[in-house]
């Protein structure tokens, strides 16, 4: 059974960082890319940045770029996201998704396996 577990989400004011992190359990973890989406309330669901197989490939979407960064881990079966010089807009639920042998591109409809999502809340 495919697991994937996110953490480090909170509330912080405008300015600050969070680390976001997605356990995976269940599957061959670097065969897949990894990705992380976000939803606001109202909104549909954004893709915020992607990791390839073994890291050295990423995309972000362009509202993150400089801010974010995401990596893995694949002795821990682990992706990250680091989030700095938070904005109000960036709240929203963020959710980590495996794409098998993929890209970890902007395509939401090749992840296979979602997780349940951490709420990220930040303060003006």
């Known amino acids: 059974q495919v697991q994937l577990v996110e953490s480090g989400g909170g509330l912080v004011q405008a300015g600050g960082s969070l680390r976001l992190s997605c356990a995976a359990s269940?599957?061959?973890?670097?065969?897949?890319?990894m990705g992380w989406f976000r939803q606001a309330p109202g909104k549909g669901r954004e893709f915020v940045a992607g990791i390839g197989r073994s890291g050295p490939s990423t995309h972000y979407a362009d509202s993150v770029k400089g801010r974010f960064s995401i990596s893995r881990d694949n002795a821990k079966n682990t992706v990250y996201l680091q989030m700095n010089s938070l904005k109000p807009e960036d709240t929203a639920v963020y959710y980590c998704?495996?794409?098998?042998w993929g890209p970890g591109d902007s395509d939401s409809l090749r992840y296979e396996y979602w997780g349940q999502g951490t709420q990220v809340t930040v303060s003006s």
């Open positions: 998704a495996a794409d098998y």
């Open positions: 269940g599957l061959t973890f670097n065969y897949y890319a």
